[in-house]
């Protein structure tokens, strides 16, 4: 057997492996996690840029829960080391998206917005 047969089978046996594995999960979590995010972080953004130009206080608010659970996912659920399980991970984000949606009508409204 040459190198070349080696390798071909070594590549081969390689992409079967990483299929089994599951590289199917970990790729959609990654992607429902950082779907997450952006979302948080994009809310925030407006917050921040509906703060700056009109001044309410309820925009403040929105921004800083916005803020807050966005770092939560990122500093979490983004780093796989920290939260090795995939289910784990996606539960973080999708629950961060999912207090943000119940949260956000809350805290604006406690702060002013009528």
């Known amino acids: ?26 790729w959609l979590t990654g992607w429902l996690v950082m779907l997450c995010d952006v979302v948080l972080f994009s809310s925030a953004l407006n917050c921040l840029f509906r703060w700056l130009s009109y001044g309410h206080v309820f925009d403040l608010a929105a921004l800083v829960l916005s803020l807050i659970l966005a770092l939560v996912v990122y500093f979490t659920a983004m780093n796989s080391q920290r939260i090795a399980s995939l289910s784990n991970r996606a539960l973080i984000a999708v629950g961060a998206v999912v207090a943000w949606a119940v949260l956000m009508p809350v805290v604006m409204r406690l702060a002013g917005f009528s």
Not at 12 to 26: L, Q
Request: no cysteine; charged share 25%.
């Open 1 to 26: 057997m040459n190198e070349a047969e080696i390798n071909s089978e070594n590549s081969a046996g390689s992409a079967t492996v990483s299929r089994e594995k599951g590289y199917g999960p970990r």
